[in-house]
């Protein structure tokens, strides 16, 4: 089987690109990188114009943003907690975690965290303009097969205390 070999982009919908781009390109500093721009959705052949941007991170990831026209309904409606769906991006220290969340801050952004996961990724987490849930983590150590024997196990005894789960 061929496994993928890392994330190329994930897409969200905007209804406001010109925020959607300020916020990507001038609060976390990401780069607009790439559009696509047509008339019609290749992967259904649906008729219905739209704008797709593509925000790059440093490992040339990116997030990814339609604005469909004709779109006007927030699409958030969901039963779901609004922090279970959530996009989380990686910096390189928690100097660079402290400074992104004091930027966050003083751009009038409402912050949660620091928080502290199992003593390996230390979280900030915040809305972006579309309601989009984002996490920028710092990860202190790297996993090994000690983390993975242990969710393993937490899988299979979550599966048995949770049989509905099974598919």
């Known amino acids: 089987m061929t496994r993928p070999k890392g994330l190329n982009h994930v897409a969200y ?14 609060v976390l500093g990401m780069k607009l990188v790439g559009h696509a721009q047509e008339d019609t959705v290749g992967s259904t052949g649906e008729s219905m114009k739209f704008l797709h941007t593509f925000f790059e991170m440093d490992d040339g990831s990116c997030i990814a943003f ?27 220290s928690m100097e660079e975690l402290e400074a992104a969340h004091k930027r966050l801050l003083d751009e009038g952004i409402e912050v949660r965290g620091v928080i502290d996961h ?26 090994d ?12 005894e979550w599966v048995k205390e949770h049989p509905k789960t099974r598919r």
């Open 118 to 143: 199992e003593g390996t990724w230390n979280s900030i987490y915040f809305f972006d303009p579309n309601g989009v849930r984002l996490e920028l983590t710092y990860q202190s150590r790297e996993l």
């Open 66 to 92: 339609f604005e469909i026209e004709g779109l006007d309904k927030d699409h958030h409606d969901t039963p779901l907690p609004r922090w279970a769906a959530h996009f989380a991006m990686s910096v390189e």
């Open 145 to 156: 097969e000690n983390d993975a024997k242990s969710a393993r196990a937490a899988v299979d």
């Open 13 to 26: 919908v905007t209804l406001n690109t010109g925020e959607t781009k300020r916020f990507y390109t001038e």
